[in-house]
């Protein structure tokens, strides 16, 4: 009895919290959705009428399109480059016979551990000297330090749990190192590298005190446009750049999860 | 060392592995007939998978040479052995189907189309899994799974296959049904293959020949009976089946060898060879040539008092104390009506001189 009522206590405060989370973390960001679709030509909220117009803005209007176009190649480039440096790195960590592999792990996460405005100072400082400020290269490296770590994270982890004999198997039965590597580690640890490169992408995409180190005056990345409509205007056009965020995270989500189900099915996954 | 019966198909010269300081084996040799089941048996980390390792090519040899069909494989990169391996988890790649699997040896090979879906089909029916093509490993039970895995190492006609430990993972009654069913393909295909074991009952029922392994070295090697009826050592004697040791200094030899054991106690038995007065000896006897003899039997028995009888099925072992520190186990079959003995009973043991056998260590 006394455990019941523990239980329905313990389920009460579990509903409260849960209740609270979503009320002051989610719905203030789904709430940019219906203020994308107001009349007026301010944010408001609860929206007046109804209209596309922002969103019609959004994908028309070149101040809009640029900055899309350039975060979404920033945040392309950025993955590629995080899952080859990472893929390598965490092969090199988990099967190299390495001196002091434990303290070299470390080193390459520790990107995720120091303040981005740290790191912001120090590259811009560096780039200054390269000549590599204002350029998508600049950006791209920038965006690599510390997108790395996550690439190295889950792909180390994946790593780990994959059976070895399985690499000897696939040697002994005819193929060479490289064969082996592309018909039997690559696929398997591949959802690993697939997750890696959404967090790589979403990170870059997402980024901005890096941004405003390393912009330079001839480019604006879509956080960065979003940031100076906040700053002067207020416009509903950024609760429509939001909007189509929201919904490109959800469609990333949906496929994820039809990847994991098509595993389960072939038992790959537990 | 015997020498196998047909033309060497692989050959082991003073090969031999160290780790650090650890060796793991240690400079052995060994010539493997073609179209014969050679197994190596011994405990763990007596070096057995070591030695398939290396004829892998997965480990390098310290020293000495695998020679396989006339030609040194050293230097040759495992992918470019073609020998068959069949692992104790099946290694089976997850992400591909029993069809992509088995193919993947011929994929690696670049044979054509038609000839890669004829040669699974063939092998999926040797392993009787024919229908299963398009299942996943994990869809598979265990024994499915290690025939899969057969299946695969036999597809690309390998003159070499080897085993390690391939049935480890599953149940006692699968695995005494997969042992027939390797025995049956290894008949029916006449491919060398070399089997790698911790179990002494798979070693007999499997093998032409038996390596006995312990700490790197080989102890005997030799086909099942004689390993059996003539253990070269009490490792050999220990580990396969079950032995009596008789040890220790002869005390007189006249009609019977009167040797003193352990504790001060005697024991005296017939024996025809000489031994002098002072030598160390240890003898082996199988606990199933032992049997009770009459009271008044004139032929030199033992005698002791039955201490324990336990009751095991087909068999009855009976361990007899024939001394204040010395029990000799014998084993006779239940079926046999009236020759059960009680527990506290004084009995008489023997056996033919013949069963006895003399160890050089």
Known sequence: MNYEKNLSIGKVLLGILTTSIFVFLVIPTILAVPMSFTETRYLAFPP?????????QFFTDRRWIEPTIFSLKLASITTVVCLVIGTMASLALVRGVLPGKRVLHLFFLSPMMVPLIVTAF????????????????????????????????VITANLYR???????????????????????????????????GVFCFIESLDELVLVL?????????????????????????????????IIAAIGTIIALSFIERKEKKIGLKE | ??????????????LEKTFGDVVAVADVSLDIGDGEFLTLLGPSGSGKTTILNMIAGFEFPTSGDVILQGQSINALLPEKRNIGLVFQNYALF??????????????????????????????????QLSGYETRFPKQLSGGQQQRIAVARALVFDAPLLLFDEPLGAL?????????????????????????????????????????????????????????????????????????NFIEGTVAAHDQRLTIEIEGGETISFKWSERIQKGEAVKF?????????????????????????????????????????SKTIFMRQMSTRIGQGRQKGEKVHIGWHEESLRRLSE
């Open chain 2, 94 to 127: 997850p992400h591909m189907t029993v069809f992509e699997n088995i193919a993947f040896p011929l994929k690696m090979r670049k044979f054509p189309k038609e000839d890669i879906q004829r040669k699974v089909k063939q092998a999926l029916e040797l392993v």
């Open chain 1, 122 to 153: 120090a590259v811009y400082g560096m780039f200054a000297n390269f000549r590599l400020i204002g350029t998508l290269t600049g950006m791209v490296v920038a965006h690599t330090i510390i997108g790395v770590p996550y690439a190295i994270l």
């Open chain 2, 1 to 14: 060392m015997q020498a196998p019966t047909k033309d060497p198909i692989l050959r082991l010269i003073n």
């Open chain 2, 171 to 243: 149940d006692k009654k699968l695995r005494e049904h997969m042992q027939l069913e390797l025995k049956e393909i290894h008949t029916q295909l006449k491919r060398t293959m070399i089997y790698v074991t911790h179990d002494q009952e798979e070693a007999l029922v499997m093998s032409d020949r038996i390596v006995v392994m312990n700490h790197g070295r080989f102890e005997q090697v030799g086909n099942p009976d004689e390993l059996y009826e003539k253990p070269a050592n009490s490792f050999v004697a220990s580990f396969i089946g079950e032995s």
């Open chain 1, 48 to 56: 007046e009428g109804f209209s596309m117009q922002w969103h019609q």
């Open chain 1, 213 to 245: 180190f390393l912009i330079g005056t001839t480019k604006l990345t879509l956080p960065l446009r979003m940031f100076s409509e906040i700053e002067f205007r207020i416009t509903p056009t950024v609760a429509a750049a939001s909007t189509v965020f």
């Open chain 2, 284 to 324: 082996c006897l199988r606990p199933e040539k032992i049997f009770f003899v009459a009271d008044d039997d004139p032929g030199g028995s033992v005698h002791g008092v039955i201490r324990d009888v336990i009751y095991v099925g087909e068999t009855k072992r009976y361990a007899i104390d024939v001394g204040r």
């Open chain 1, 162 to 196: 994959f059976d070895t004999t399985l690499e000897l198997a696939a040697r002994n039965l005819g193929a060479s190192a490289f064969k082996t590597f592309m018909h039997v580690t690559f696929p398997l640890i591949k959802p690993g590298i697939i997750a890696a």
